[in-house]
């Protein structure tokens, strides 16, 4: 690994000003985990890394009336065990043990894991199925995307030279939602090679979808919605037979792959039964989470 200087800034401000400075030559590092392993392997090349450990308030999680907001540097082992997050997606801190190991939850952060972008990542998912948003700051200001914009493609974002990810808003859901997710990997902390997060709200009193989203990991570029078995769902009074036939839908929305870890083949095959298991997950929970709004999703 090449040497490189290490710059410790303490506000938003002089990080973006110095990676503006510095250009090309700079890498902003937030708890360091992916940024240390391609600088070693050398993926990428830096002569200055601007780490963002020293900026206040960037490891908040913040709680509105409307949404919770988790800062760019909080750690996934301080989401995992959020009381906020519990309370309010408690299906976030079930699929925690599947990502990656906890000495590793305890240095990675959430910012960090969105701005790396593996292909098979958890995280995008849930909070693609959830409409989450992203705030970014840099030279020219604050803008916010959704998770879905912000990935692009293999291991890249949106993000703008000197921008940084301050922040990822989580909208509350109403209590006639469900969400679910699950991910088939070589082993549970790998990266998923098939990754399903599916939530669906439901009419008030009935089994009827009000609005259905499905997020898929480990099979193209970047994670992705099924926007086509969204659209078949929708409005729909949802049945394991109706969940079935849109979620068939999935195979043909893919990119899929083939590495190490299984063949394009085997993660289109996989898909669709993933998706129908998680719709129909997501629909329980929806209609238990309806006769009980204190139950969660």
Sequence with gaps: MRNFEFLRPTSLDEAIFLLQRHGDDAKAMA?????????????????????????????????????????????HRQVENSPAIREHFPF???????????????????????????PGSDPPAWFIALDATVTLRGPEGERTLTVEEFGTSYYETALKPAEILTSIRLPLMSANTGIAYHKYATRPMDMAFVGVAARVTLEPESDQGAEVRVALSGVAPTTIRARNVEA?????????????????????????????????EYRRKLTVPAARRMLTEAWRRAQASSANPRSGA
């Design 92 to 118: 976030i801190c079930e699929a925690y043990p599947m990502v990656a190991t906890v000495p590793v939850r305890n240095i990675a952060t959430i910012g960090g894991n969105l701005c790396h972008n593996a």
């Design 31 to 75: 708890g360091g985990q992916s940024v240390v392993l391609l600088l070693r392997e050398g993926l990428i090349v830096a002569e200055v890394i601007v780490s963002l450990a020293k900026i206040p308030g960037l490891d908040d999680i913040e709680a509105a009336a409307d949404a919770l907001t988790l800062g760019g540097l909080t750690t």
């Design 232 to 264: 078949a769902l929708r409005g729909q009074r949802l049945t394991e037979a109706v969940i079935a036939e849109a979620a068939a839908l999935a195979a043909a929305e893919i990119e899929p792959m083939s590495d190490g870890h299984a063949s394009a």
